[in-house]
Every structure is written in structure tokens, then in C-alpha cells.
């Protein structure tokens, strides 16, 4: 299992060297973040037909009308969502997918709470994050748009599908000086935002262009 999780040829700690090394130049400068994304093991999350291409800088499908999102942008959205506090308590991950960038924040933060709305997508993620060993995650089957109040407040929310709009319920389950990263805008349109909670309302910050699946309500 273990040479499983090392790789071999495409999916060798050589290649995850390479991504890492992209990412650098591609302006993801924390240390944090890089040595987590070098720590796991990206081809483990996609089916096996894809592994050889798991390092590239390209989202990769993984069913579902889902995918999972390339490197540079997991690394993107994990360092805007760590800013300059470097460590956070509770986090709040809409989407979990595949589970990888779940695995990136448990190596981050203490505690990742995470939402998917697609059960056999949840079901095939617990048991790669099972594998990694990683404990500090706790999962929810259920509407994202809900979010996860018995848990708030969250010192950061990571949102991982596009809504046209921030969804008032992820805002309200900001704790005060959290932090909550999200696309925003239609298919095509897309970009990037940071939303801080202040005691007197909310900042955004908007970045680069993305493209990311809508964000879907209800449950599959």
C-alpha cells in the first residue's frame, strides 16, 4: 500500500517535485502550503487511468459532472484562505469531492468540517482520506448552501463549486475576522474572492479569473 501512495513514474515524489516547484513560480509563497501539497499524494484522489496526468496543472474529472481542480488553484485558494494568520481552529469546506484539497486543509488546520451534497462522491473521498490517516475531519452529506451551523462560527469557509452570488447563510457562519473563499459569478465569468468578517460588516477582495462547477442545492 505504501508504494501505492509514493508513486511510481508519473506519480513519483520526483514529478510531485516538479508541481511543487511550478507552484513556486506561479507565486504560491507559503511554505505551509507548498510542503502540504508535496506531502500528499494527488494521483491517489483520480481514477487510476488518470494518475499519470494526477501532477499536471489541470483540473481532472471525477464523475459525477465533477472534477477535481488543478494544483494551482487548490494552492491558491488554501493560501488566501490561511492569509496572514498562518494557522486556523475551525474550517468550513463546501465541496469535498474527490477529498483532496480536504486532505490540504488537514494538514493546516485543526479541524475541517466538510460538506458534500453527492454521497457516492463522500463515500470514495472518506476512504482516500482514510487511507492518509488523516482524523482531524469531520464529514456532513448535505446542501452546502446550509453550510454547517451546529459548528459555527468558522474561522475560514472554503467554497469549492460557483455560485453567481455569496450565499447569506456561509457569511453568517463566519466568525468575526474569518475568512471565507469562494468563486463567485455565472459559468464564463468567474473570479476569485476573499471576504473577511469585520465587527462592523464585510470586506472582498476579488483575484484571478477560475472556473469552477455551479454551485448545486439539494442532495444527490
Same mark, same amino acid.
Given at each position: 500500500?505504501?508504494?501505492?501512495?509514493?508513486?511510481?513514474?508519473?506519480?513519483?515524489?520526483?514529478?510531485?517535485?516538479?508541481?511543487?516547484?511550478r507552484l513556486s513560480e506561479q507565486g504560491i509563497a507559503s511554505n505551509k502550503v507548498l510542503e502540504a501539497m508535496r506531502d500528499t499524494p494527488r494521483h491517489i484522489f483520480v481514477d487510476e487511468a488518470l494518475a499519470s496526468r494526477a501532477y499536471e496543472d489541470s483540473s481532472l474529472p471525477i464523475g459525477y459532472n465533477q472534477t477535481?481542480?488543478?494544483?494551482?488553484?487548490?494552492?491558491?485558494?488554501?493560501?488566501? #484562505?490561511?492569509?496572514?494568520?498562518?494557522?486556523?481552529?475551525?474550517?468550513?469546506?463546501?465541496?469535498?469531492?474527490?477529498?483532496?484539497?480536504?486532505?490540504?486543509?488537514a494538514h493546516l488546520v485543526d479541524h475541517v468540517y466538510s460538506?458534500?451534497?453527492? @454521497?457516492?462522491?463522500?463515500?470514495?473521498?472518506?476512504?482516500? #482520506?482514510?487511507?492518509?490517516?488523516?482524523?482531524?475531519?469531520?464529514? @456532513?452529506?448535505?446542501?452546502?448552501? @446550509?453550510?454547517?451551523?451546529?459548528?459555527?462560527?468558522?474561522?475560514?469557509?472554503?467554497?469549492?463549486?460557483?455560485?453567481?452570488e455569496v450565499p447569506q447563510t456561509l457569511l453568517q457562519q463566519l466568525a468575526v475576522g474569518g475568512v471565507l473563499v469562494i468563486p463567485i459569478g455565472k459559468s464564463g465569468q468567474q473570479a476569485l474572492q476573499r471576504i473577511t468578517r469585520t465587527e462592523s460588516g464585510y470586506d472582498v477582495e476579488q483575484f484571478e479569473p477560475v472556473t469552477f462547477v455551479p454551485f448545486l442545492s439539494g442532495k444527490e
Open positions: 500500500m505504501m508504494s501505492h501512495l509514493q508513486g511510481i513514474g508519473m506519480t513519483s515524489q520526483r514529478t510531485r517535485e516538479r508541481m511543487i516547484k477535481i481542480s488543478q494544483p494551482y488553484i487548490v494552492a491558491k485558494m488554501t493560501q488566501l #484562505l490561511l492569509g496572514s494568520a498562518g494557522h486556523l481552529a475551525k474550517v468550513l469546506e463546501i465541496g469535498t469531492g474527490c477529498g483532496y484539497q480536504t486532505a490540504i486543509l460538506v458534500e451534497r453527492i @454521497l457516492p462522491l463522500q463515500k470514495k473521498a472518506k476512504n482516500y #482520506l482514510w487511507e492518509l490517516k488523516l482524523k482531524n475531519i469531520s464529514f @456532513l452529506y448535505g446542501d452546502g448552501h @446550509l453550510g454547517w451551523p451546529d459548528y459555527a462560527p468558522f474561522d475560514g469557509i472554503l467554497v469549492s463549486a460557483a455560485p453567481a
